[in-house]
């Protein structure tokens, strides 16, 4: 009989995971390296072996960079390149199968190069769609819906799965981004993916039908914030442009769009007065078209607005029918005289002077150019004279261009008109002159406009008129223009701020913190370099109506103009400005500055998802306190004001603004995406906040609040130089103990401790967890636990008020008036490491110690008030959460 040796059989694959687990609990890489490298050369079937190992990993989470299943998996990786006979084809058919069963059960909670390994190792492509299908399916079932996307399109199984049973979850966990890559490539997917996004649009949709649908999921008032019809809208758009999709697919959007356009119209003519009645009329008739319920939502808003004259009048040009009328409105209709029974706007290109009026002249920037300097440009013939004077070598050329504004409704636009101008005359493109757009010499005078290196071209964020000559000129996307000689004023207008911020401890206030000022962009820049800001009233004009009006040509003329004026001012000066000599030489390190700016702002996202921020102010406020919020800039030697007693509200044009202050110690309201900027106002108003806004609302919510109670920022500024300028606005000096006192999400300072062994027992009451994981997450060894990390509270623990865990509901794990603790946001592989996690009572959000506090404290560095006792104390991590 024989007799088959151990040493036949082979290593023990058992003994090599015991040998691997070993070296990885002491941390010595190098070893387990040199062990799983020996190993596998040992283990009879290593194919076999390496997935019986990967099996007994601890912990769900086996391909994340830093466990032990993705160390080992890599080294068995490195090992197959020295052993190329090791394959699956060496196999049996039966065996194979088998093995590829076992590693598709493991691709559950992974890391991508950990699935992607794994699949190419075990040719896990090769498996049957029925097989792969299954196991999509089974992962969806496990609430694992992030997972099962990553793995569909590894697999290339889009078109073997419901989009909506893949897409839905994604979107209601904020992760539209995946489901863009889910559907990417597949034309029908795509047209599904917009259409279900379009549906949501409808007023008549309710998430409590998708909640019915998936009721594992646990959505969060940021996941809710998603799905409003303002941000679903915004994103129907941006994928409508990005798949190529027609808009009458999506006609709920486009309604919702239209809609957002005419309150627009409304408020910029009857509240905010920035419109003229010529420009508001030409873009309600674009707007509303012929959307009978867009029609009636004008006579209902002109009701409100302006009276039941106006409403009749427009109600008769829709011929609304007589049962859809405001009340009073068909009254009027009957009592109005016929010449008062149509629109008609006066005709004001006949009237118009070329000379403005003293006042206007006193108050506005203005051309200095007579009317005979302004030439039109509309034929091949005029065109040539044009070249031959804007392309002499060595000149300047300001450029300038108009579109009609569509206010989203349409994601192209194509220039209508532009203005080229040079010392003493302005060249004006009419593209809308019928075939001249589109003329040969027309499209070659732009390509060599561009190209031209020995003419400077001068602009103002130029990317944005670059957008819509690819729109106007198709052949520039197969053959794109090549750019010399081009100076963009807006990056030196940047820098310009930059150097304020620099060389004053406080800034310009006129310049960085405004009360009475609301200019932003170009007409900024030509205030503070010449003294008069652009008249921009003209500046939603329809630029594609001719005749022009003799505002808009003075408008486009200007625009255009101010460059050639402003180039020369700085360039004579250029120190004075905190500029380089060479003006030129800003352009070439935006590349630079590029990459700077997404560090930074992928930063500032990674604080928008881990930060807290302040505390609840309780304290009635002194006279000194109320004289500072209400924006008197404070003396030298005023007394510093705690951040605990500074309460602001942000519009939401200033979102990023807010969570910086809050993670300093500010309480802050911040408006919704959705919310009208009056309701800033009425926030002031009821809490005695004050209003931090930027551009045009600041005129009118300054109206409605006390003297000083209203501050507008610049709305170039990045959101932590706002931060930091209002702070010093109102001499508040935040302490490292103020960092993340307050929940980010909600503005709730009150939280409650939970220890791991609670936060186990309620994921497990929960569903997310279960019993089997008891080992992985409750008898970790000390020396487990992330260095650094205890229980004891955090540094800010002083800040807070601290609830106790017996007020928990321990049915509904809510606190009385909160919401729900949001156990989905808890990795169960996070458990082993965090001995404490901190729960807001109001919100629900859970955070726990992380690597952040650092680098708030290092961002913020300049306006710290540090003492001994800080700077003798360890720094603490701050609270982050998944």
Known sequence: MNHTTPEALGLDPAVLRDDLFEHWNRRDLQMLRLAALQGFSKVTEPLEALLTILEGCPGKQKGRSHTLGHHILMEFQAWMKEHPQVTLSSLPEQQVLALQHRALSLLTDIQPSFADTLINIYHLSSLDLATLRAHIVRLQALACYKESAVLSIKLKLQKELDMEEVCVPLILQNKLALAE??????????????????????????????????????????????IQPKMLTKQVFRLMEKFNIDQGLCPNALHKRRLDSLRYLMYARFLE?????????????????????????????????????????????????????PLGVWETQQSLPPDLQQIC????????????????????????????????VDTPEALQRCRNIVLKEGGIVGVDMEWQPTFGCISTQKVALVQLAIIDQVFLLDLCANGFCQHPDTVGFVRSLFSERNVLKLGYGMSGDLKCVSATWQQFLEEPLKMEGILDLLNIHQKIQRSKVKRTHNGPKEVLVREDFAEKGLSLLVQQVLGRPLDKTEQMSNWEKRPLRISQIRYAVADAYCLLDVYSVLSSNPAYFGLPADLRS?????????????????????????????????????DMEKGLLCGEKPSEDAPLLAPQKLRVVCDNMLQGLGRYLRCLGVDVIMLENTDDHRKAAKLAQDEGRVILTCGQPFQSLRSQVGEGRCLSLDCSEKARDQAVRVLRHFNVQPTPSDIFSRCQACNCDQYVAVPRKDMIGMLKQKGFLGDQDDTDHTQQPDEEMTPGVSSDLPRYALQCQWAPLSGLDPDTLTFPGGEPIQLHTVPPGLLPRIALFYVCTRCGKVFWEGSHFGRVLSMFQDVFHITDTDSAAAPVPAAQHD
Request: proline fraction near 5%.
């Open 181 to 226: 890559s889910f559907v990417t490539g597949h034309s029908h997917l795509e047209k599904q993916l917009v259409t279900l996004l379009d549906s949501w649009c409808h007023p008549n949709f309710s998430v409590e039908e998708i909640r019915k649908r998936f009721p594992r999921l646990s959505l969060s008032k940021q996941c809710m914030d998603q």
């Open 273 to 325: 007065k920035s419109m003229t009645e010529e420009n508001w009329t030409d873009h309600v008739q674009f707007v509303v078209a012929d959307d009978l319920e867009l029609q009636i939502n004008l006579v209902e808003m002109l009701v409100k607005n302006c009276g039941l004259q106006k409403a009749s009048q427009w109600s008769l040009r829709y011929n609304i029918p007589r049962y859809r009328l």
């Open 345 to 376: 706007p006066s005709d004001l290109v006949q009237t118009e002077e070329w000379v403005s009026s003293p006042s206007h002249r006193q108050k506005f920037y203005q051309a200095p150019l007579t009317k005979d300097k302004v030439h039109f």
């Open 586 to 622: 800003i352009s070439s390190s935006q590349s630079e500055k590029s990459a700077d700016k997404k560090q930074k702002e992928k930063q500032a996202e990674q604080m928008k998802q881990e930060c807290q921020g302040a505390q609840r102010v309780t304290p009635p406020r002194s």
